[in-house]
Every structure is written in structure tokens, then in C-alpha cells.
């Protein structure tokens, strides 16, 4: 959930014709989050005109999106293929693809030591940064990263046994600092932790200013691929 994902869609001009003005409609499961292509489609992000295709030929799009649904998930992608005939335009080819969410091969998930939607000036929060081997293979040198996202975090007060980088807000841990980093079994899983004060009085500059947004986005990483991956490194998110 939430990793990138890509699929692809391919079609062939079978006809001893030219055919025009194809075009390729995909209807997306609604946890499904776009995000690039191979070709530019239109404002929707769900169709491409990719103009006429001679006797014989081939074409593919190619998309990276996200899905935001949980473990198990499961749903269908719809593929439409469109032209035009005697100035009509017309369906000429559909298919339905299902897919299915599995276990990421090194997840990670983030929480608040106390289940709070809100928060106030000055209070301490504390994440924890739960994450699991899921492959058969012992992962090595696991780096994890949390990014502080907010401009109410008093990042000079982060604590904890990782490292903070204070260029980009982001804490760190590796083997160095957490050796049980250094190496993941399978099925193996840890937690790692840091602590971070909100400001004491709001950091307001214009009218508009309310409703802040505290948030941390995180990242699992290591060098080791399980074979059944097509990847220079494995990675999860949080």
C-alpha cells in the first residue's frame, strides 16, 4: 500500500487497415492514485489519444500510480479502446485485469504513542515506526527515514536514538545506532522510535493561516533484493 506501482497497456492493429484516432480509456479502482505515463494524457489522468495505427503496428501505455488500499485489496482495472469509423467513433476492444494488494516486502507503518487527531502548543508527541521483514530472505543494512512535514514541529527538539538531518527534517537510523538494523530475518519485525515538541505559540504570516498540518512520511530501505524482485534495492513506505 501506497509503494508505486506499474502496468501496462498494449494493443496491435490486426486489420489489413489503417485505424483512426485511437484512443485509451482506463477506469482506475477508486484507491488508485495516478501519478505518471509514458504518454501525456488528458486533464482526467484516464485517457490518451494516440492518433492513428497502421496494419500491423503496435502500441503501449505505460502508467505509475498508488495504491492506497490495505492488504488484500482487491479490484479490477478496465481498459477501453476507442476509434473512429466513417467519422463515428466507436469501442473496439475491452478488457478487465484484477488485481490484488499483497504484503510489501519490507513494510512499515507509522503511529502516535497516543491516538490523538488533534494536538496543542507545546505538546510532545511521540512516533513510533513499526516495520517487517515479509520476504524469505535475511534483508542487510536497513535504513529507515522519517521526514517531519509541518511547520509547527519544533524540529530542534527531536530526541531519540536516530539521526536527525537538519537540512531536510528528516531523523535517521541505521545499523550504527540500531544494530538490530543490521540485519532483518524473515518474518522479523522492530520498531524504532522518536520523540518531537510542537511550538508554543503559532507561527502565523498571513491571514489565512489556521489549521496547521503535522505529518511524517517514511521510508524503509535496504541493499538486499529477493530474487522475485525486479529492483536495485527493496523499499517500503510508511
Known amino acids: 500500500s501506497g509503494s508505486d506501482v506499474n502496468f501496462e497497456v498494449k494493443y496491435k492493429n490486426v486489420s489489413s487497415e489503417t485505424i483512426k484516432n485511437i484512443s485509451v480509456k482506463i477506469q482506475y479502482p477508486k484507491d488508485f492514485k495516478y501519478k505518471s505515463s509514458n504518454i501525456t494524457p488528458d486533464f482526467t489522468s484516464r485517457n490518451w489519444d494516440v492518433g492513428d495505427l497502421r496494419s500491423g503496428s503496435e502500441g503501449l501505455v505505460r502508467v505509475t500510480g498508488s495504491f492506497l488500499g490495505s492488504e488484500g485489496f482487491s479490484s479490477d482495472i478496465i481498459v477501453q479502446i476507442f476509434a473512429d469509423f466513417s467519422g463515428e467513433n466507436y469501442l473496439i476492444a475491452e478488457k478487465t485485469s484484477s488485481i490484488k494488494l499483497e504484503a510489501a516486502p519490507l513494510s512499515l507503518s507509522v503511529s502516535l504513542s497516543q491516538n490523538k487527531e488533534y494536538a496543542k502548543l507545546g505538546d510532545a508527541l511521540t512516533y513510533y515506526l513499526d516495520y517487517k521483514n515479509n520476504t524469505g530472505v535475511q534483508l542487510k543494512d536497513i535504513i529507515i527515514t522519517a521526514k517531519i512535514l509541518g511547520e509547527m514541529f519544533d524540529v530542534s527538539t527531536v530526541s531519540g536514538n536516530g539521526v536527525l538531518n537538519s537540512q531536510n527534517n528528516a531523523v535517521i537510523w541505521r545499523a550504527s545506532s540500531v544494530p538490530a538494523l543490521s540485519s532483518l530475518s524473515p518474518n522479523e519485525n522492530g520498531r524504532v522510535d522518536f520523540s518531537i515538541k510542537i511550538k508554543d505559540s503559532f507561527n502565523i504570516k498571513k ?22 524482485i525486479s529492483a536495485s534495492r527493496t523499499v517500503g513506505y510508511g
Open 207 to 228: 491571514v489565512n493561516d489556521k489549521n496547521f498540518v503535522l505529518k511524517v512520511d517514511a521510508q524503509i530501505e535496504s541493499p538486499t533484493v529477493p530474487h522475485s
